[in-house]
C-alpha cells in the first residue's frame, strides 16, 4: 500500500464552523506533513510530524490546529477560517532518512470557506 | 531557510522536442532534491529524484543533474509527448525532512 488517503475530498465551511481534514497512511512512515497549496502556486509546508511530535510549525495561524493521533493518523482541526484559507490542503508521508526521501502525497482536501 | 529559485516559469515545446528546467538552492545542508509533476487538479506525484552523493541520475526519458558546488540540479525531459505537459516543481530538503518547493514551470508539449 503506497497510499495516502485524505477525507473529504472537498469541504465547504462557513467562518463560523469547525471541521477536521483527515490523513492516513500505512506505509510506516514517521513523518507526516501538511501542505497548503493555492492555485498556480507551489505546495506551501504548514507542518512537520516526527514520530507523532510536532517538530515543524511554519507559523501557522492558530485557527489552524493539527494532531497525530498515531503513527498513521494526521488530522488538521479547522476553526474560524478566513475566505482567503479556500485552498487544497495536502497530506504528505516519508520515511525517516538522513539521505532525504520521497514524500508521497494525498489527493488533497479542496476547501472553500464561505 | 532554504529559498529554491526555479526557472521558466513556463515552457513551450514541439513534441518530440527537449525540455530542460533548472533550479538553484541556497542551503548547503539540502541533500535530497526531487522533482515533482502535478496535472490540474491532481497531487504533486514524484517523477525522479537524486540525492546529494550522486551528480546525475536518469529513468527512461528523464534525467536530473546536480551541481552541490554551485547548488543547482536540472531537469531534462528528452522526446517530449503531450501527455508530459503538467506544471513541474522541484524542491530541496534538508536534515530536519522540510521539503521546499520552486515555484513551478508550466511545461506545454505541442503536438
Known amino acids: 500500500d503506497t497510499e495516502v488517503t485524505q477525507t473529504p475530498k472537498h469541504l465547504v465551511m462557513g467562518m463560523t464552523n469547525k471541521k477536521s481534514l483527515k490523513c492516513e497512511q500505512h506505509?510506516?512512515?514517521?513523518?507526516m506533513y501538511w501542505y497548503k497549496q493555492k492555485a498556480k502556486k507551489p505546495p506551501e509546508l504548514m507542518f512537520v510530524?516526527?514520530?507523532?511530535?510536532?517538530?515543524i510549525n511554519e507559523s501557522v495561524p492558530s485557527r489552524f490546529s493539527p494532531e497525530c493521533p498515531n503513527s498513521s493518523l494526521l488530522n488538521l482541526h479547522l476553526h474560524a477560517l478566513q475566505p482567503e484559507d479556500s485552498a487544497l490542503y495536502l497530506c504528505?508521508?516519508?520515511?525517516?532518512?538522513?539521505?532525504?526521501?520521497?514524500?508521497?502525497f494525498g489527493q488533497g482536501t479542496r476547501l472553500t470557506v464561505v | 531557510g532554504e529559498n529554491v529559485e526555479q526557472h521558466p516559469s513556463t515552457l513551450s515545446v514541439q513534441e518530440g522536442d527537449s525540455a530542460v528546467i533548472k533550479c538553484t538552492y541556497s542551503d548547503s545542508a539540502s541533500n535530497y532534491f526531487p522533482w515533482y509533476k502535478q496535472e490540474l487538479g491532481k497531487r504533486p506525484q514524484l517523477i525522479i529524484d537524486?540525492?546529494?552523493?550522486?551528480g546525475e541520475k536518469k529513468d527512461q526519458r528523464i534525467a536530473v543533474t546536480l551541481n552541490k558546488t554551485a547548488k543547482h540540479f536540472s531537469l531534462h525531459i528528452t522526446e517530449t509527448q503531450p501527455e508530459d505537459s503538467a506544471v513541474y516543481f522541484c524542491?530541496?530538503?534538508?536534515?530536519?525532512?522540510?521539503?521546499?518547493f520552486g515555484k513551478g514551470t508550466l511545461l506545454t508539449v505541442n503536438p
Open positions: 510530524y516526527s514520530y507523532e511530535k510536532l517538530s
Open positions: 506505509m510506516g512512515h514517521r513523518a
Open positions: 537524486i540525492r546529494s552523493n550522486v
Open positions: 524542491a530541496a530538503m534538508g536534515s530536519n525532512y522540510k521539503l521546499t
Open positions: 504528505a508521508s516519508s520515511q525517516h532518512s538522513t539521505g532525504g526521501t520521497e514524500a508521497f
